[in-house]
């Protein structure tokens, strides 16, 4: 199957690009960074991917956090519109932290998008934030 991964966050002037950088790294730790400049004289930086290889990181980070529900809401809604495309708080994901948001207003210094191209999105999504297998209530078993 066919799985595509872009990844991609603006600098803001006021920001630093390596932090920048290594934000994009604390989820997407392996492809180069590409380096681009928007029209309005921004700079742009890029990790593109093949393969659930090149996912296998943020889904750690989202199972380690225990969102797999959220995430799995929020991937679920997202299906309406393919490609597959969520966003990702930049500074939380500076601390190795996911943080889903919206595009605009959300994250002061714009978001990191993420765009997946998939023959089975629901798949993508499946794999991302599988639901927790014999969740139990908070609090222990019910009697």
């Known amino acids: 199957m066919s799985l595509k991964v872009r990844v991609e966050a603006a600098v803001k002037p006021t920001e ?3 932090k920048v950088e290594r934000a994009l790294r604390k989820f997407f730790p392996t492809g180069q960074i590409e380096k681009s400049e928007r029209p309005n004289g921004s700079l742009s930086l ?3 991917g093949n393969g659930y290889d090149s996912l296998s990181t ?4 989202i199972k380690q956090e225990r969102i797999r529900s959220a995430a799995r809401a ?3 809604r997202k299906l309406r519109e393919l490609p597959l495309r969520f966003y990702l708080n930049k500074q939380a994901a500076f601390m190795g932290h996911v943080s889903f948001c919206e595009p605009i207003g959300e994250s002061a210094h714009g978001p990191i998008t993420v765009e997946i191209d998939s023959e089975d999105p629901q798949a993508v999504v499946d794999y991302l934030a599988t639901p927790a297998p014999n ?3 908070r609090g222990g078993r019910r009697r």
């Open 16 to 18: 630093d690009t390596a």
């Open 46 to 48: 890029r990790i593109q």
């Open 58 to 61: 943020l889904r750690s980070l």
């Open 74 to 76: 929020i991937l679920l």
């Open 135 to 137: 969740a139990e209530p």
